[in-house]
């Protein structure tokens, strides 16, 4: 395979968005409800690297919440949380900072799903913002601190 060939492109963000589901399935009863550590989330820091990681952490989160209890609404709200998220992280030029996006956009996805479905909005909102918090800052900004200074390990990561 040609390295960064359209084919290969397609594949590296086809596999992100698998490898997410997979992470999200495979801790499932953390991974939803009032307190969600999704180890996935880390992924979500690859847009960092690369803008086009957008599509498949946004796809791995839409059907990761098709298995999700709040139903279509966390399908169509939360989806739309990790697209934000990435889209942001994606323009933020510092990684820490980056890590932080996740964090602050639970806030209008709870908001919304409190709306819809009469979630208790400050349970909610502490037990999402923690879980981002855990799952994409404490852990993650680490293991991705680490591989940045790996070029190597970035030049499989980024797609360009």
């Known amino acids: 395979m040609i390295k960064n060939s359209s084919l290969d492109i397609f594949v590296?963000?086809?596999?992100?968005?698998?490898?997410?589901?997979?992470?999200?399935?495979?801790i499932a009863p953390i991974s939803y409800g009032p307190i969600q550590v999704r180890i996935s989330e880390i992924l979500v820091l690859l847009a960092f690297y690369d803008k086009r990681y957008i599509v498949s952490l946004t796809i791995g989160c839409l059907f990761s919440n098709i298995l999700s209890p709040l139903g279509m609404a966390d399908i169509i709200v939360g989806t739309l949380g990790t697209f934000f998220s990435v889209y942001a992280i994606s323009k933020t030029k510092n990684l820490f900072i980056a890590t932080l996006w996740p964090t602050i956009f639970c806030i209008p996805v709870v908001g919304t799903l409190h709306l819809l479905i009469g979630l208790p909005f400050w349970i909610y909102l502490f037990g999402f913002m923690i879980g981002e918090f855990i799952s994409v800052t404490i852990v993650g900004y680490p293991i991705v601190n680490f591989i940045s200074k790996n070029s190597k390990l970035i030049s499989i990561i980024q797609l360009t």
């Open 12 to 26: 590296k963000i086809a596999v992100v968005a698998a490898i997410y589901v997979v992470l999200t399935v495979a």
